[in-house]
């Protein structure tokens, strides 16, 4: 039987629950699987933490999990874009934390790896002040050096929007001149043309009842299998006045839209007092119906910290008279955990 590489996409380590919480069990879940020994190897596709400038319970989950859960022969993981992976007051990559440990490699600038003979380029995110000498990454990766574009690849990995993804205009990165059999991006969550892999686990709303995956490839025959990861966190909607029975679920930890509630914030106190020992269900949003055209929605993000509406920020704006400026500092803060995320 030939030894694996397991392919892993973005994984978004963060503090806020139940993603903390879901983040731990998928680990055990790992560890516990034959595929994972150190005969086999592993590559995370970037994205391995959800903001760059994590809480310390959030760096020791992640450590646990490459020093003591994956026990692969090597680990490497990508750089992801630069609002997840890079701290730019610090100068420096969150991912580093990682690459001190065993048998851990990181890449940041393209890289050439041939693991038993199963050749593969790497392409992660870089941001265009770090690695000077490459550029801005988008003129970089569309026309390589000779060094990368001239081999051939029986895969190229990568974190980036390549030339089947154009999300605000811009153009892409085309990819399609390098010699490689197939390609597998991270940084697109939801499957589609050369990001077909489901994510490890839900990171947000948009991948509902999306497949969670792995990828393993004989790294000899290049026969490439799915591995389906178990459903630990999902979203769901069901109407006022339901019960919510956990074994009529498939995914562990549970976050509900309450749909047509006769009166909002009654409802969401009414049911946050009844769920607030269940560690398994939390809520997103209560709306209100009021009529067949117009609804009225209130997002609470987690039953234990209670989260207010997105609107509560800009009314505040508006009452206070906030300069724009601070606006923006404040919007900047939100997406820090340890605030409002």
Known sequence: MGNKIIIMKDLHERLKEPFLSAQIDLAEWVYKQEWNNENNYFLQLGDLYHFYNPSPKVHANVIDLFENKLRFKKKIVIAGNNRHEYNRSKKEYVIEAVEKLKNVETDYKPTIRDIEGFKFLTLPW???????????????????????????????????????????GEGVIDLSYINTKKRLGGHIHKKQKNYNLG?????????????????????HTKEETIIKVPKFIDYYEINYGKEIIEKDYEAKYMIFDITNCPDMKKTELDYIEKYKDNTHIYFRKFEVKLSDNESIDNQVFDIKNNVTIPELMKQFFINNKTDKQVQDKIKEVKNNETKLD
């Open 199 to 219: 994510m490890p686990i839900l990171s947000r709303y948009d991948e509902k009842d999306e497949p969670n995956e792995l990828l393993m490839i004989d790294l």
């Open 126 to 168: 870089f941001y265009d002040s770090i690695h000077k000498d490459l550029g801005i990454m988008k003129d970089y990766y569309n026309s390589l050096p000779e060094k990368y574009s001239k081999e051939s690849y029986d895969y190229i990995f990568y974190h980036l929007e390549d030339e089947t993804i154009n999300f605000d």
